[in-house]
């Protein structure tokens, strides 16, 4: 695969860089497309990024939180929809995420620091893998995107197969999970202000269980066990740390120590949403 | 990947905020970050370059009342807004309430990082009498200290928990 | 005694400090004319320079210098002990950090625009980046990469080990830590005007930092001034010169101001970082625990340069000698390599921390052996104050080591932990303990100096060669003046760290508390006595009836003359009184080994091991110091609290490896460094024996505290799963796979 900046013309100070502010959420999709630039938004992600390689997008297209949709928390009969462009703190502090995803607000004091999270944005975090990506990936959130054919909706794993470079993220949609019993961890290189090597997501809908992983592997749903302990009454059965072994290995997950981590805390994480605590 | 060695710099915009009370308005590459201006025109020494990728906490201002790493915020984005630095707070009853905490406990060897956490602290005061429910020691968990170990700094913050706790 | 928290003092500039208003040396961005400087950086790890080629650069808009080898006025050469470093790289680079050509511009973007035009031809050459083949690759310099070899002997060591019962050997690494100081590299260099420059730099020795420039820049000695210049944190890591060679060469190029403040990524890259050091450690010990031989064998890599390589390779071997113990034979020896991996050198412990990992790890490995408390076997093994130091030097302690350890043995963290409901976290207590000397030692010259006098204002000014980095230097010298003085805070000026001023030697090895002291302890009475003989003039009254107290002298209980009167009217200049005096040595001073002045710390961890990732918490640290007295007590907490969650660091998460000699991290995303949530909270105990009578009552203790943490930690570790970790930093994913492998033996 050829590195999408090759054909652009990369620059090497911040000075040089132009940034352009379009008017609606239609008109970022063109400039996208148009110029092959990336979107910005927080820039938390993308800014260390280039300043680590002194190589910039020639142009970046500045996405504005003020666009209808693209900001804040709403719930209806579809469950609780998200803005991409909530930052992560105004995420954390929202009444309706003490209401449908209990654990969050204690689990972003470990995503970033918190001047990070003031900037930094949901949407940005899900689209580059981050620490949420694996809880909208077990709620199975729904994403509303944008790109030069129009909008939709559709599950974020396809979205994140499917992808196209100009796609705009307006916002996810995550179900009705009130009542689910959701729990979450975070194995970071220190306690706080962490790059995750392997956050892990656990939700009990009442009916089955979900498993996600992401990380140092990449982004993962963990479908086989996942399979195994749906089919089993005994939730917090030993024996399907073997089934996640493979299927992380199987699945760019290489660090044999990290895997091993990982199927002791699912079966933690397990045993926490089957105990109800 | 050619790189492009002699950028030509894009043209400069105006961008207009308040920083601590006075109005800063300057011809800018849209993309050069706050702290830079700062440092620069703004002539603010409290926020410094520590690594210029949101990973130290030592240039943290307070962006619209919320505490920001400056070098993770470009000049377009403070359009309108309003940026206070340490020097700025220096006059606010509650930096003075997190200055005596900070200077009493010795929260501090060389002081490099210090305005960084003092503006942290601030906000996360601030936040407090919002409403909001914030530990102090969360509030500084991106303001990396190399010198104290953090224990003056924890029972600075021990102090002002019990002070904020009384009133 | 515990040290209870104390209110520290409300220096102005402390305030200062907390508004930012404090000025660093990288805080110097409006001073008129100023330039910005810019280094280029080797692209290699090691190659032959076959062409530099600035012509381009010097076109560049705002460009008003560029210098390579060629202009470098005087010696192409730094370094404190070997002058091996080029200024700017002639023919060869030897590690990626390696200077080559440095630019002056109107700014910094352009300043950095012209580095990029800047055309390089590399010969790349083999990197060597194993410091165990290093000696058999080609040479970096000279002959071999073999810097230094030394060995430490005593009795037969073969004999002794005959005579074990028991003998443990073990591997041991330590990372190569980064200093990670918060503020990067950087300061200005100011032409005077009159051919001479002038540096406010972050820096650690002023006077031999303005020799050093003065040969490298061509100059007379007198021509080099180097200001104090508050500096954001430096633990070794501003020993060397860093910028101001090249700061210098520009700004006597341009006759202007030129500052460079070096980045983060540039920081890591070219800054200096702790010796990494590979060792087997062999010790063994009768039946009773007594023990009787020790044999270490190590290898530290330097990296490109010498830097402070063989200094620390000697105090290194000091440590690894076991100073606390009494210890029939040993033979310590290590040797000292040159690497394409960075440079090391001075870091805070000074190679001493690394050996005392290994020792105290095989102190417990020994007790484990023999099922015998890791405690009662230090007990029968260690020093009392009346015998020799491991060296056969004499030594002087200030607390029976005994009484250190039974203080550590009185820890309440040696109570059970509370476990979780949920038994996930595995807990344990350990300790280790650690003995530190201040000073150069092995006889290096070693002096310092120090002035009083009367300002013009009538503040009594009080002026020390030392730099100012943040150990509260200028509060413990006001406390010790009032206390002698019998004056207040408001009476006195602190001037520290100009290459003018008195030379009080570098601003390292523990040696400034001490040294400061010392020289007040001359200075002070004979500046008494003089401003005495001045105000008996002025008030007409006898010398004898006149005292200095707060705010002037005083005769019955009441003051009589203010120092601000005595400076208008009497003769301020006459009450200068300097002083300078060698680093305590032993008395017979026949036995220039090691150190007189020797200090101890026990550290007592508790930890908690999560078994589900094996990642490592600490939950508790307290620490047992004999270490003199105390002068400024939040001075002293805080040193030890700082060093010791440094030493955390290097425990648990800190090191820079490198792959074909490139460091493989860049900024302080990479390189982790604690965060207050990482950090347990500390309790520190003084233990202080000293009589009142006694010459050196105070020691120098900004190293101490990161002497024994990283040992303590792993005994705490061992305490919570039954796994000796012996590399650090600690890595999760082997405790964990071990801690597995446990289990399975169990079920």
């Given amino acids: 695969m050829s590195d999408p900046l090759s054909e652009l013309n990369p620059v090497t100070e911040r000075r040089a860089i132009r940034v352009l502010r379009p008017d609606s959420p239609s008109e970022a999709v063109s400039l996208a497309r148009r110029f092959k630039v990336p979107y910005m938004a927080g820039?938390?992600?993308?800014?260390?990024?280039?300043?680590?390689?002194?190589?910039?997008?020639?142009?970046?297209?500045?996405?504005?939180?003020?666009?209808?949709?693209?900001?804040?928390?709403?719930?209806?009969?579809?469950?609780?929809?998200?803005?991409?462009?909530?930052?992560?703190?105004?995420?954390?502090?929202?009444?309706?995420?003490?209401?449908?995803?209990?654990?969050?607000?204690?689990?972003?004091?470990?995503?970033?620091?918190?001047?990070?999270?003031?900037?930094?944005?949901?949407?940005?975090?899900?689209?580059?893998?981050?620490?949420l990506s694996a809880l909208a990936m077990a709620l199975d959130v729904r994403v509303d995107v944008l790109n030069r054919t129009g909008e939709r909706t559709l599950p974020l794993s396809r979205w994140l197969r499917e992808r196209a470079s100009d796609d705009l993220l307006r916002g996810f949609t995550i179900p009705d999970c009130r009542g689910w019993r959701i729990s979450l961890e975070k194995l970071g290189y220190r306690e706080r202000f962490s790059p995750t090597r392997a956050t892990l997501v656990c939700v009990h809908d009442g009916d089955r269980v979900r498993l996600a992983v992401c990380g140092e592997g990449g982004l993962l749903r963990l479908v086989a066990p996942e399979t195994f302990v749906n089919d089993r009454a005994d939730l917090a059965s030993g024996d399907v740390g073997a089934v996640i072994d493979r299927e992380l290995a199987a699945h760019g997950w290489q660090d044999a120590h990290l895997r091993m981590a990982l199927r002791r805390m699912t079966t933690g994480l397990l045993s926490e949403v089957a105990l109800g605590t | 990947m050619t790189r492009q060695t002699q950028p030509e710099p894009c043209a400069p915009e105006h961008v207009t905020f308040e920083l601590n009370g006075d109005v800063i308005s300057q011809w800018v590459s849209p993309a050069t970050t706050l702290l830079d201006i700062l440092r620069g025109s703004g002539r603010i020494t409290s926020a410094r370059a520590g690594c210029r990728i949101g990973r130290c906490g030592a240039c943290?201002?307070?962006?619209?009342?919320?505490?920001?790493?400056?070098?993770?915020?470009?000049?377009?984005?403070?359009?309108?807004?309003?940026?206070?630095?340490?020097?700025?707070?220096?006059?606010?009853?509650?930096?003075?309430?997190?200055?005596?905490?900070?200077?009493?406990?010795?929260?501090?060897?060389?002081?490099?990082?210090?305005?960084?956490?003092?503006?942290?602290?601030?906000?996360?005061?601030?936040?407090?009498?919002?409403?909001?429910?914030?530990?102090?020691?969360?509030?500084?968990?991106?303001?990396?200290?190399?010198?104290?170990?953090?224990?003056?700094?924890?029972?600075?913050?021990?102090?002002?928990?019990?002070?904020?706790?009384?009133? | 005694m515990e040290l209870k928290p104390q209110p520290g003092m409300a220096e102005t500039s402390v305030l200062e400090r907390i508004e930012g208003r404090f000025g660093y040396a990288t805080d110097q961005q409006h001073l008129p004319g100023l330039l910005h400087g810019a280094i280029l950086r080797s692209r290699h790890a090691h190659a032959r320079l076959l062409r530099v080629d600035t012509s381009r650069a010097r076109l560049m808009s705002g460009v008003r210098a560029v210098v390579t080898a060629a202009d470098v006025p005087g010696l192409n050469r730094l370094g404190i002990v070997v002058r091996d470093q080029p200024v700017l790289c002639e023919d060869r680079v030897r590690y990626e950090g390696d200077a080559i050509a440095a630019v002056a511009a109107d700014t910094v973007e352009q300043a950095r625009a012209a580095l990029e035009v800047?055309?390089?031809?590399?010969?790349?050459?083999?990197v060597v980046d194993q410091a165990e083949t290093a000696e058999q690759m080609s040479p970096l310099h000279g002959e071999s990469n073999l810097l230094a070899r030394e060995a430490f002997e005593r009795g037969d060591t073969d004999a002794a080990f005959a005579r074990c019962a028991v003998i443990v050997e073990h591997h041991y690494q330590t990372p190569r830590q980064m200093h990670a100081f918060m503020e990067t590299e950087g300061?200005?260099?100011?032409?005077?005007?009159?051919?001479?420059?002038?540096?406010?730099?972050?820096?650690?020795?002023?006077?031999?930092?303005?020799?050093?420039?003065?040969?490298?820049?061509?100059?007379?000695?007198?021509?080099?001034?180097?200001?104090?210049?508050?500096?954001?944190?430096?633990?070794?890591?501003?020993?060397?010169?860093?910028?101001?060679?090249?700061?210098?060469?520009?700004a006597l190029q341009t006759g202007s101001p030129v500052l460079i403040h070096l980045d983060r990524f540039e920081s890591c890259r070219t800054g200096i970082k702790r010796h990494p050091v590979s060792m087997i450690?062999?010790?063994?010990?009768?039946?009773?625990?007594?023990?009787?031989?020790?044999?270490?064998?190590?290898?530290?890599?330097?990296?490109?340069?010498?830097?402070?390589?063989?200094?620390?390779?000697?105090?290194?071997?000091?440590?690894?000698?076991?100073?606390?113990?009494?210890?029939?034979?040993?033979?310590?020896?290590?040797?000292?390599?040159?690497?394409?991996?960075?440079?090391?050198?001075?870091?805070?412990?000074?190679?001493?921390?690394?050996?005392?990992?290994?020792?105290?790890?095989?102190?417990?490995?020994?007790?484990?052996?023999?099922?015998?408390?890791?405690?009662?076997?230090?007990?029968?093994?260690?020093?009392?104050?009346?015998?020799?130091?491991?060296?056969?030097?004499?030594?002087?302690?200030?607390?029976?080591?005994?009484?250190?350890?039974?203080?550590?043995?009185?820890?309440?963290?040696?109570?059970?932990?509370?476990?979780?409901?949920?038994?996930?976290?595995?807990?344990?207590?350990?300790m280790a303990m650690g003995a530190q000397g201040n000073g150069l030692g092995d006889g290096l010259p070693d002096r310092g100096g120090g002035r009083v006098s009367l300002s013009a204002e009538g503040r009594i000014r009080l002026e020390f060669g030392f730099s100012d980095y943040g150990q509260n230097l200028a509060e413990a010298i006001t406390c010790l003046v009032c206390e002698t003085l019998g004056c207040v805070a408001g009476d006195i000026d602190v001037v520290l760290g100009n290459s003018r001023g008195p030379d009080s030697g570098p601003t390292s090895a523990s040696r400034s508390s001490v040294l400061i002291h010392g020289v007040l302890a001359d200075i002070l009475p004979r500046w008494k006595d003089r401003v005495r003989d001045q105000a008996a003039v002025l008030t007409g009254l006898p010398c004898d009836q006149l005292y200095s107290g707060p705010g002037g002298l005083f005769a019955g209980g009441r003051q009589v003359?203010?120092?601000?009167?005595?400076?208008?009217?009497?003769?301020?200049?006459?009450?200068?009184?300097?002083?300078?005096?060698?680093?305590?040595?032993?008395?017979?001073?026949?036995?220039?080994?090691?150190?007189?002045?020797?200090?101890?710390?026990?550290?007592?961890?508790?930890?908690?091991?999560?078994?589900?990732?094996?990642?490592?918490?600490?939950?508790?640290?307290?620490?047992?110091?004999?270490?003199?007295?105390?002068?400024?007590?939040?001075?002293?907490?805080?040193?030890?609290?700082?060093?010791?969650?440094?030493?955390?660091?290097?425990?648990?998460?800190?090191?820079?490896?490198?792959?074909?000699?490139?460091?493989?991290?860049?900024?302080?995303?990479?390189y982790i460094i604690p965060t207050l949530q990482d950090v347990p909270d500390q309790r520190v105990d003084v233990l202080d024996n000293t009589p009142t009578t006694d010459r050196f009552p105070v020691r120098g203790v900004g190293e101490l505290g990161i002497e024994a943490v990283a040992p303590a930690i792993c005994s705490a570790i061992e305490a919570a799963t039954g796994i000796r970790v012996r590399h650090l930093p600690v890595d999760a994913g082997y405790l964990l796979a071990e801690l597995c492998a446990q289990e399975e033996t169990c079920s």
């Avoid at chain 3, 690394?354 to 230090?378: G, H, I, N, W, Y």
Wanted: with cysteine; glycine share 12%; charged share 20%.
């Fill in chain 3, 281 to 430: 450690m062999t010790t063994g010990c009768d039946r009773q625990g007594r023990i009787l031989a020790h044999r270490v064998d190590a290898l530290l890599d330097t990296g490109a340069y010498a830097s402070l390589g063989p200094a620390v390779l000697e105090n290194f071997l000091d440590h690894a000698t076991a100073p606390l113990y009494r210890i029939e034979a040993y033979s310590v020896s290590g040797r000292l390599v040159y690497t394409n991996n960075g440079v090391s050198g001075a870091f805070r412990g000074f190679g001493g921390n690394q050996a005392t990992f290994a020792v105290e790890s095989q102190l417990d490995a020994l007790a484990e052996k023999l099922a015998m408390c890791p405690l009662a076997l230090r007990r029968i093994n260690l020093r009392t104050v009346d015998e020799p130091g491991s060296r056969g030097q004499v030594v002087r302690w200030s607390a029976p080591p005994t009484d250190v350890l039974a203080e550590a043995g009185a820890s309440p963290l040696w109570a059970p932990a509370v476990s979780d409901a949920r038994r996930r976290w595995l807990t344990g207590t350990g």
């Fill in chain 1, 43 to 131: 820039g938390t992600w993308l800014q260390p990024t280039h300043e680590r390689d002194q190589c910039w997008p020639e142009k970046l297209v500045a996405l504005n939180a003020a666009w209808p949709a693209f900001r804040g928390l709403e719930d209806d009969s579809r469950g609780l929809t998200v803005g991409a462009l909530t930052s992560l703190s105004e995420m954390a502090r929202h009444p309706l995420v003490r209401e449908y995803l209990p654990p969050l607000a204690l689990f972003l004091n470990r995503v970033a620091g918190p001047g990070v999270r003031a900037l930094g944005t949901v949407g940005g975090n899900l689209a580059v893998g981050g620490d």
């Fill in chain 3, 118 to 126: 800047i055309d390089v031809d590399y010969a790349p050459l083999a």
């Fill in chain 3, 187 to 250: 300061g200005v260099a100011i032409p005077d005007n009159n051919g001479g420059v002038i540096f406010r730099v972050g820096c650690q020795s002023g006077h031999r930092d303005a020799e050093q420039l003065a040969d490298i820049l061509g100059l007379k000695p007198s021509q080099v001034t180097v200001e104090a210049t508050p500096t954001g944190g430096a633990f070794g890591g501003k020993d060397e010169l860093t910028i101001q060679p090249a700061a210098g060469i520009l």
């Fill in chain 3, 561 to 670: 003359l203010s120092y601000r009167e005595l400076a208008e009217k009497g003769q301020p200049e006459q009450t200068r009184v300097d002083a300078s005096q060698a680093f305590p040595v032993a008395p017979e001073g026949n036995q220039l080994v090691g150190r007189y002045l020797q200090l101890q710390i026990a550290t007592v961890a508790r930890v908690a091991v999560d078994r589900l990732t094996g990642r490592v918490r600490v939950t508790d640290l307290h620490h047992i110091t004999a270490a003199g007295r105390v002068i400024y007590p939040p001075g002293y907490l805080g040193q030890i609290e700082g060093a010791a969650i440094m030493g955390l660091g290097m425990a648990l998460s800190e090191d820079m490896p490198t792959r074909q000699g490139r460091y493989l991290a860049d900024n302080l995303d990479q």
């Fill in chain 2, 60 to 167: 943290t201002v307070l962006l619209n009342g919320q505490a920001v790493p400056g070098c993770l915020v470009m000049a377009w984005q403070v359009s309108g807004c309003t940026v206070e630095t340490a020097e700025g707070l220096a006059e606010a009853s509650d930096f003075a309430q997190v200055r005596d905490a900070l200077a009493t406990e010795s929260a501090l060897q060389c002081g490099y990082c210090t305005p960084g956490v003092a503006v942290s602290l601030v906000s996360g005061l601030r936040q407090q009498q919002n409403g909001d429910v914030v530990d102090l020691e969360e509030a500084v968990a991106g303001n990396l200290c190399r010198c104290t170990g953090y224990g003056g700094l924890k029972r600075a913050i021990a102090v002002l928990t019990e002070t904020s706790s009384e009133t």
